[in-house]
């Protein structure tokens, strides 16, 4: 048995593997940085990938397992982050798979009936948890609410929703989402949110962290992909958010807005509004505010930016957002937004 690199190049090797997966219902994703195959007379007997730090992609055919070849294959991948500097990892994969990764030491974060979450490393959500209410002086004994937004860019709609959720709620936490799949960096997109909001005093702007809408908790997201996975990655990061941030950070309720254009987030909407109460969270859903009849929305604001429709724009967020779309460092963005495609 040879375990072997996959050259990203090599059409014929990557099709031999998106064949291979396909036996266990798994598709290739295009999204990973390194491959690894274990080979038995050349034909493929197992293969695992990694995208960063987290492994997806993982198959081992039955008459193989048990034997220590996914152990080898894993542990290849993790020296691999080592070498690349990640020291925590994670994994997303099929509920039967679990056993073999916590005998590597991975320990779980959630599960669906179908699909679990696990880590290893020099962190884990717990502590991330930890840090976040020594970080912002969240008082745990108290109630408080929720929401999680992307912001890119951050408007009017947003500080509207914002604004509702602080009138009703004695402390609000707003998590932006960290994952940098955007095409306004995470950092811009956190100030943007602190400057919408400075007004409000009882709301507080924190990470998102990699455990809420991220690459390993919920990829379609960045992508607006349906796929079979699609309903098991929402399952996850709810059961994520009512398990761990809902207990740990007490919170009972979680507000999200309206969404009449996006079907992936219609579908995690309606999946929090599923599993959330089973955790003591009720799901409130705001309606979008509306300019002209028509719901304000990140996308809109994007495709302004695009033809450079500042008149419009003006009257789609907040000042603060405006003065940095007109900056240098905003016009940079406005001109990468032209070439591209990307739906974020």
């Given at each position: 048995?040879?375990?072997?690199?996959?050259?990203?190049?090599?059409?014929?090797?990557?099709?031999?593997?998106?064949?291979?997966?396909?036996?266990?219902?798994?598709?290739?994703?295009?999204?990973?940085?390194?491959?690894?195959?274990?080979?038995?007379?050349?034909?493929?007997?197992?293969?695992?990938?990694?995208?960063?730090?987290?492994?997806?992609?993982?198959?081992?055919?039955?008459?193989?397992?048990?034997?220590?070849?996914?152990?080898?294959l894993l542990t290849h991948l993790v020296n691999k982050m080592f070498d690349e500097g990640y020291y925590h990892s994670m994994v997303f994969t099929?509920?039967?798979?679990?056993?073999?990764?916590?005998?590597?030491?991975?320990?779980?974060?959630?599960?669906?009936?179908?699909?679990?979450?696990?880590?290893?490393?020099?962190?884990?959500?717990?502590?991330?948890?930890?840090?976040?209410?020594?970080?912002?002086?969240?008082?745990?004994?108290?109630?408080?609410?929720?929401?999680?937004?992307?912001?890119?860019?951050?408007?009017?709609?947003?500080?509207?929703?914002?604004?509702?959720?602080?009138?009703?709620?004695?402390?609000?936490?707003?998590?932006?989402?960290?994952?940098?799949?955007?095409?306004?960096?995470?950092?811009?997109?956190?100030?943007?949110?602190?400057?919408?909001?400075?007004?409000l005093h009882n709301v507080k702007v924190l990470e998102g962290t990699e455990y809420i809408i991220s690459s390993a908790t919920f990829p379609n997201?960045?992508?607006?992909?349906?796929?079979?996975?699609?309903?098991?990655?929402?399952?996850?990061?709810?059961?994520?958010?009512?398990?761990?941030?809902?207990?740990?950070?007490?919170?009972?309720?979680?507000?999200?807005?309206?969404?009449?254009?996006?079907?992936?987030?219609?579908?995690?909407?309606?999946?929090?509004?599923?599993?959330?109460?089973?955790?003591?969270?009720?799901?409130?859903?705001?309606?979008?505010?509306?300019?002209?009849?028509?719901?304000?929305?990140?996308?809109?604001?994007?495709?302004?930016?695009?033809?450079?429709?500042?008149?419009?724009?003006?009257?789609?967020?907040?000042?603060?957002?405006?003065?940095?779309?007109?900056?240098?460092?905003?016009?940079?963005?406005?001109?990468?937004?032209?070439?591209?495609?990307?739906?974020?």
């Amino acid at each position: 048995m040879n375990i072997d690199k996959v050259n990203p190049n090599n059409f014929v090797e990557l099709e031999e593997i998106t064949n291979f997966l396909k036996k266990f219902n798994l598709g290739f994703d295009k999204s990973v940085d390194y491959t690894v195959v274990a080979r038995e007379n050349q034909n493929i007997i197992a293969t695992a990938s990694k995208e960063k730090n987290i492994i997806k992609c993982f198959a081992i055919s039955s008459e193989y397992q048990g034997l220590g070849i996914s152990t080898q294959l894993l542990t290849h991948l993790v020296n691999k982050m080592f070498d690349e500097g990640y020291y925590h990892s994670m994994v997303f994969t099929k509920l039967e798979n679990s056993e073999l990764f916590k005998n590597m030491g991975y320990k779980e974060i959630a599960h669906t009936d179908k699909v679990i979450l696990l880590e290893m490393g020099n962190k884990n959500i717990d502590k991330t948890l930890e840090k976040i209410i020594k970080k912002y002086d969240i008082d745990t004994s108290k109630k408080r609410a929720m929401i999680v937004m992307n912001c890119n860019p951050f408007t009017l709609g947003h500080q509207y929703l914002i604004e509702r959720v602080a009138g009703e709620n004695e402390e609000v936490l707003i998590f932006v989402v960290e994952e940098d799949r955007s095409i306004f960096p995470f950092n811009i997109r956190y100030e943007l949110v602190k400057k919408g909001v400075a007004h409000l005093h009882n709301v507080k702007v924190l990470e998102g962290t990699e455990y809420i809408i991220s690459s390993a908790t919920f990829p379609n997201y960045f992508l607006r992909k349906e796929d079979d996975f699609l309903i098991e990655y929402t399952k996850l990061d709810a059961s994520i958010c009512g398990e761990k941030f809902g207990k740990i950070l007490n919170i009972d309720r979680r507000y999200v807005g309206e969404e009449p254009y996006c079907k992936v987030t219609n579908i995690y909407n309606t999946t929090l509004k599923n599993i959330l109460p089973k955790y003591g969270i009720e799901v409130i859903v705001i309606p979008r505010k509306e300019i002209e009849g028509k719901a304000i929305s990140a996308s809109y604001v994007r495709e302004l930016l695009k033809k450079d429709d500042f008149d419009k724009i003006k009257n789609l967020v907040p000042q603060s957002t405006l003065e940095f779309l007109l900056s240098p460092q905003g016009k940079e963005i406005g001109e990468k937004l032209k070439l591209s495609n990307t739906p974020h």
